[in-house]
C-alpha cells in the first residue's frame, strides 16, 4: 500500500478503465464488442505512425486517430443494428480487421515515437501523485456517469437493455442508439491505444491484447448484466481495480503469469455467481 505502488496501478490501469466504461455502453444495451482490444492496438500504432510517418503534431495525430476509432466502432454498430448481424459476429470481425491493420501499418514491428512528445504523457504529474494518464481516466469515468445517470440518452441506452421492444413502441431510435454505443466503444479503445502509446513510447500491433476479456471481466465483477439493462460506471472501475490489485498482489507474490490467469478466472466466475 505504498504510494509509489498505488500510482503505478493507477498508470498501468488508466487505459483498461477507460476502454471497460466504452464496453459498459456496449453491454448495457445487451450487446458485446470484442473488437476493443485490436482497435486499441490499431489506435497505438496509428498514433506512432502520423507522427513519424506523416509529421503531423500530437494533438493532430491523437485527433485523427480518435477519429478512425470512432468510424470503426460505427461500421460495427452498423452491422449489428441495421443487418441485423451478431453482435459477437460483427464485433468479432471487426477484431481481425483492425488487428490486422495494425500490423500491416507497423510491418509487425514497433513505431518508436520521437523523444520528448506523446511520452511526456505517460511521465509528467499534474500533483506528485497525479499524473496525466490517471486524470484523463478519471474525467472520462465522470462524463460516462454523467451521461449514464442524468441525460435522456444514457436512460434510453439503460432502457433498450432492458427491453428493446417496449423502447421501440414508445417511439424511441433504437438502431440510432445502439449504433452510438458502438461508436463510443470504438473512441475510448483508440483512447487507450494512444494512452498505451503514451506509456511506453511506441507505436505496437500487440497492445491490447486480451484487453476485450479484461474489460468483460470488469463490467462484471463491477455488477454489470451481460443481458443488458444493469452497470455502473464507478462499479466497473472498481472491477477494474480488483483484477488490477489481484494482478498486483500476485506479481509482488512472485507468483508466474499462468496461475494468476487461473486465478482471475475463478474470481469472474464467483463474482457473476454472487450476483446470481
Request: net charge positive.
Amino acid at each position: 500500500l505504498t504510494m509509489a505502488n498505488l500510482v503505478n496501478i493507477c498508470q498501468q490501469y488508466a487505459g483498461t478503465v477507460i476502454v471497460s466504461i466504452g464496453m459498459l455502453f456496449v453491454i448495457l444495451t445487451g450487446g458485446i464488442d470484442l473488437s476493443v482490444g485490436s482497435v486499441m492496438a490499431f489506435g497505438s500504432v496509428f498514433t506512432a505512425y502520423a507522427m513519424v510517418e506523416w509529421k503531423l503534431p500530437i494533438i493532430l495525430s491523437v485527433a485523427v486517430t480518435l477519429l478512425l476509432g470512432t468510424l470503426c466502432g460505427l461500421f460495427t454498430g452498423f452491422l449489428v443494428a441495421r443487418t441485423k448481424i451478431a453482435a459477437f459476429v460483427a464485433s468479432l470481425a471487426m477484431m481481425t480487421i483492425c488487428r490486422g491493420a495494425a500490423y500491416m501499418i507497423s510491418h509487425g514491428t514497433p513505431i518508436n515515437t520521437p523523444a520528448g512528445t506523446i511520452s511526456q504523457l505517460g511521465t509528467a504529474k499534474v500533483l506528485p501523485f497525479l499524473t496525466w494518464l490517471t486524470v484523463i481516466a478519471i474525467l472520462v469515468v465522470a462524463l460516462s456517469s454523467f451521461f449514464l445517470n442524468k441525460t435522456a440518452y444514457g436512460r434510453k441506452v439503460i432502457m433498450i437493455g432492458s427491453n428493446e421492444e417496449a423502447v421501440h413502441l414508445a417511439g424511441i431510435p433504437v438502431m440510432q442508439h445502439v449504433i452510438s454505443v458502438y461508436a463510443i466503444s470504438g473512441f475510448s479503445s483508440a483512447l487507450g491505444g494512444v494512452i498505451a502509446t503514451s506509456r511506453t513510447g511506441i507505436g505496437s500491433g500487440a497492445a491490447g491484447q486480451g484487453m476485450e476479456l479484461d474489460c468483460i471481466a470488469a463490467c462484471v465483477i463491477g455488477g454489470a448484466s451481460l443481458s443488458g439493462g444493469q452497470g455502473s460506471s464507478v462499479k466497473t472501475v472498481v472491477g477494474v481495480l480488483v483484477l488490477a490489485m489481484i494482478g498486483n498482489i500476485m506479481n509482488l507474490l512472485s507468483v508466474p503469469s499462468y496461475p494468476q490467469d487461473i486465478i482471475k478466472g475463478i474470481i469472474i466466475i464467483l463474482a457473476v455467481l454472487l450476483q446470481q
